[in-house]
């Protein structure tokens, strides 16, 4: 391939492709490209296994957001949304173009982002690692030979030059990672990390940002429609069962992640999922293990050198092994991905302390209260230094990709809830008789369970008893569920260290959501557990 010359990405930005560049490259193209030059492997399934090097997962402390008049009454500044200037985004996306000027090869990816033409938007990658574009070209939605001829000047750019070390020197970078985007200019910028997720996510907080102004709420969720029609929309944070649970064989796979809901109803941001692999079986997630395949990428597994067969239990490189792979290889992904307005909205949660119902019904305010917390547990060894449960609290289970307050999509929510007379249902797949360490994981065939008497209905047709401390009403019974399990109380060998443990995460809700009692409906900050 021919080196590319100074000038490839300015002519990139005015819809010319020098011959060094390869723009919506085949699958195949880009296995060669990838095996030849990224170190890449094919695998015995015929996917394509590729390393991200030092990140092997996001860095969101790294995130910054080009702080602008247009834009800066519109962000939640703080922890989440760090302000950059002008200037030094300037000088990150000069530094980012000029390494990849410098690149012997360069590939670009133009594709959507949304099902629904009304308001998708075109987004353009340029990058220099095949296994970059082709997984980009697996989450965004691929136009169609008419489309991509007619594509025209993009909305927003990407330009990831993840293999270059940001420079420390700019004022605002921390670090030798830097992920900056500029709402102003409709462009992103990616040093210092060859993780593929920060590609999606920019994408994904772009959304974030633009839908709510068009009165189109965008959720980090996965969705589903069962045969009748009825949308299923699944909120969690990593590892609560997202992926897992919405690729249901009894039903239509809308997308697995991140979705917007207009007064049309809900249509899937991605063109692909990108599912967590440590621990994954064909026993366990038929689906998603049939979906690796040629096309698919493997992030960081472990394969063995003779066979190149894929050892899904190895955390050897990272815990955060992952798979990405077009929507359509999901033999019942409901393509194009819209769907109707979600009768049943499911948050996820994955308590590590073994407290929590495995279902609950939610009243709208304790729904919303639920959904700001956005609550899950680190569980011992999955993180450096983690080596007793901890609490997570991610507002709107997605706090990392939010751009506006909390308080406004949980109101959108609300909204759309209330209009279209949404059921909401709190589930926990994580611990039950104990916490983590001592009681057990809540098996999967019963969240299964769980989720079938949702959505047959017979769920909400049980009788149900009040939580003491939560005040949740937990089903009595449920088909397929042993009833011993409903009331983690009556699972604990020792109620008295049960009524200790909820007592102490009770609290840490509290704690947590101080921030948002202000900005909260009195009704919402009441519907929290009682202390």
């Known amino acids: 391939m021919p080196t590319a010359t100074s000038s490839t990405t300015a002519a990139i930005a005015r819809n010319?492709?020098?011959?060094?560049?390869?723009?919506?490259?085949?699958?195949?193209?880009?296995?060669?490209?990838?095996?030849?030059?990224?170190?890449?492997?094919?695998?015995?399934?015929?996917?394509?296994?590729?390393?991200?090097?030092?990140?092997?997962?996001?860095?969101?402390?790294?995130?910054?957001?080009?702080?602008?008049?247009?834009?800066?009454?519109?962000?939640?500044?703080?922890?989440?949304?760090?302000?950059?200037?002008?200037?030094?985004?300037?000088?990150?996306?000069?530094?980012?173009?000029?390494?990849?000027?410098?690149?012997?090869?360069?590939?670009?990816?133009?594709?959507?982002?949304?099902?629904?033409?009304?308001?998708?938007?075109?987004?353009?990658?340029?990058?220099?690692?095949?296994?970059?574009?082709?997984?980009?070209?697996?989450?965004?939605?691929?136009?169609?030979?008419?489309?991509?001829?007619?594509?025209?000047?993009?909305?927003?750019?990407?330009?990831?030059?993840?293999?270059?070390?940001?420079?420390?020197?700019?004022?605002?970078?921390?670090?030798?990672?830097?992920?900056?985007?500029?709402?102003?200019?409709?462009?992103?910028?990616?040093?210092?990390?060859?993780?593929?997720?920060?590609?999606?996510?920019?994408?994904?907080?772009?959304?974030?940002?633009?839908?709510?102004?068009?009165?189109?709420?965008?959720?980090?969720?996965?969705?589903?429609?069962?045969?009748?029609?009825?949308?299923?929309?699944?909120?969690?944070?990593?590892?609560?069962?997202?992926?897992?649970?919405?690729?249901?064989?009894?039903?239509?796979?809308?997308?697995?992640?991140?979705?917007?809901?207009?007064?049309?109803?809900?249509?899937?941001?991605?063109?692909?999922?990108?599912?967590?692999?440590?621990?994954?079986?064909?026993?366990?997630?038929?689906?998603?293990?049939?979906?690796?395949?040629?096309?698919?990428?493997?992030?960081?597994?472990?394969?063995?050198?003779?066979?190149?067969?894929?050892?899904?239990?190895?955390?050897?490189?990272?815990?955060?092994?992952?798979?990405?792979?077009?929507?359509?290889?999901i033999e019942n992904a409901k393509i194009p991905c819209l769907g109707g307005h979600p009768k049943n909205i499911i948050l996820l949660t994955c308590d590590a302390f073994g407290v929590l119902p495995p279902v609950s019904k939610l009243t709208s305010a304790q729904a919303m209260y639920h959904f700001i917390s956005g609550y899950t547990a680190k569980v011992a060894g999955t993180e450096m230094g983690v080596t007793t449960p901890q609490t997570t609290f991610s507002a709107c289970f997605g706090a990392a990709f939010l751009v506006w307050h909390p308080t406004k999509y949980a109101e959108m929510l609300a909204a759309k809830m209330q209009e279209h007379g949404s059921h909401a249902w709190l589930v926990n797949t994580g611990w039950t008789g104990g916490p983590a360490g001592v009681g057990s994981r809540i098996s999967l065939k019963y969240t299964r369970a769980i989720i079938d008497a949702i959505h047959d209905g017979s769920l909400s047709r049980a009788e149900f008893e009040s939580d003491s401390v939560f005040g949740l009403a937990i089903p009595k019974s449920c088909n397929h569920v042993p009833t011993g399990i409903l009331n983690p109380r009556n699972t604990w060998a020792e109620t008295s260290a049960y009524d200790e443990t909820a007592r102490r995460l009770a609290q840490q809700f509290h704690g947590n959501f101080e921030k948002y009692n202000r900005s909260s409906h009195p009704e919402i900050a009441a519907a929290g557990p009682r202390v």
Not at 141 to 165: H, M
Request: with cysteine.
């Open 16 to 329: 010319h492709f020098p011959e060094g560049v390869l723009r919506n490259a085949t699958p195949a193209r880009l296995y060669e490209e990838a095996v030849r030059f990224d170190e890449a492997l094919i695998t015995s399934s015929g996917a394509i296994a590729a390393l991200s090097g030092a990140k092997t997962g996001r860095s969101p402390k790294d995130k910054r957001i080009v702080d602008q008049p247009s834009v800066h009454d519109d962000v939640w500044w703080g922890d989440v949304n760090v302000a950059l200037s002008a200037d030094s985004f300037a000088a990150l996306r000069k530094q980012a173009v000029s390494f990849l000027d410098e690149c012997e090869h360069l590939y670009v990816v133009d594709a959507f982002a949304g099902w629904d033409p009304a308001t998708r938007l075109k987004i353009r990658i340029v990058c220099s690692r095949a296994y970059h574009a082709l997984f980009m070209h697996n989450m965004l939605i691929r136009p169609t030979e008419e489309e991509l001829r007619n594509f025209g000047q993009p909305d927003y750019v990407i330009y990831n030059a993840g293999q270059a070390q940001a420079d420390r020197s700019i004022p605002g970078v921390s670090s030798e990672t830097s992920v900056a985007l500029n709402f102003d200019s409709g462009e992103m910028v990616i040093l210092g990390t060859e993780y593929a997720g920060e590609m999606k996510k920019g994408v994904f907080t772009i959304m974030n940002y633009l839908m709510p102004k068009r009165g189109v709420l965008s959720m980090h969720c996965s969705a589903n429609e069962g045969h009748a029609g009825d949308v299923s929309l699944f909120f969690g944070l990593s590892g609560t069962g997202k992926t897992t649970l919405s690729a249901d064989p009894r039903r239509h796979l809308i997308g697995d992640d991140e979705h917007c809901w207009s007064p049309q109803g809900v249509f899937n941001i991605e063109g692909g999922c990108y599912a967590k692999c440590i621990g994954l079986s064909e026993d366990k997630e038929p689906e998603i293990f049939r979906a690796i395949r040629f096309g698919a990428i493997l992030e960081n597994t472990v394969q063995d050198a003779t066979t190149r067969i894929v050892n899904y239990e190895s955390d050897a490189l990272t815990q955060n092994t992952r798979c990405s792979y077009p929507i359509e290889y």
